[in-house]
């Protein structure tokens, strides 16, 4: 699993919007970058544990490799 993430964030008007480049769907918006970084890292979480969910629970056979 990659542990660093590089994040996007943009302003447009009074907010800011972001993502992360290497997790499509890892997208989120706040008022402050702050906020931005910390819905960014629940959005990571979120698409991490649903991918587990759907592609790996209660598969028989799985090969996990670390690069």
């Not at 960014?40 to 649903?50: N, P, V």
């Amino acid at each position: 699993m990659v542990s660093n993430y590089t994040i996007v964030i943009i302003k447009s008007e009074k907010w800011y919007a972001g993502y992360v480049k290497e997790l499509p769907g890892a997208h989120s918006q706040g008022r402050t970058i702050k906020e931005v970084k910390e819905n960014l890292k629940e959005a990571i979480k979120m698409i991490l544990e649903a991918n587990y969910r759907h592609f790996i629970k209660g598969k028989k056979k799985v090969l996990e490799e670390n690069h």
